[in-house]
């Protein structure tokens, strides 16, 4: 079993800038990809962005042009850089993690706790 664990959450004024990151316990290389979704109370939780072993990237519309997925490998960590954030982005933020390359049809198979993110003025 992975844990994961979030941090770098908080309240940051509408146009600010938020970095979260996500620590593995143990070589995120044995993982197919790596991910961040959200969720607001009442919704659904939604992807938010994933990265895969081998680098590529997917965006949720809502996002592209403003936030950039990263991961350090050496320090088993991926990393959530949000910028130009609107008060639609707060949601709580977790992580995510999948092992055996199958998360669009089966979902991630680790999680973290989750990180506030509150984005007003």
């Known amino acids: 079993q992975v844990q994961l664990v979030e941090s770098g959450g908080g309240l940051v004024q509408p146009g600010g800038s938020l970095r979260l990151s996500c620590v593995a316990s143990e070589s995120i290389f044995a993982l197919y990809a790596m991910g961040w979704y959200r969720q607001d109370p009442g919704k659904q939780r939604e992807l938010v962005a994933v990265i895969h072993s081998g680098g590529s990237t997917n965006y949720a519309d809502s996002v592209k042009g403003r936030f950039t997925i990263s991961k350090d490998n050496a320090k088993n960590t991926w990393y959530l850089q949000m910028n130009s954030l609107t008060p639609q982005d707060t949601a709580v933020y977790f992580c995510?993690?999948?092992?055996?390359?199958?998360?669009?049809?089966?979902?991630?198979?680790?999680w973290g706790k989750g990180t506030l993110v509150a984005v007003s003025s």
């Open positions: 995510s993690a999948d092992r055996w390359g199958d998360y669009v049809n089966r979902g991630m198979d680790f």
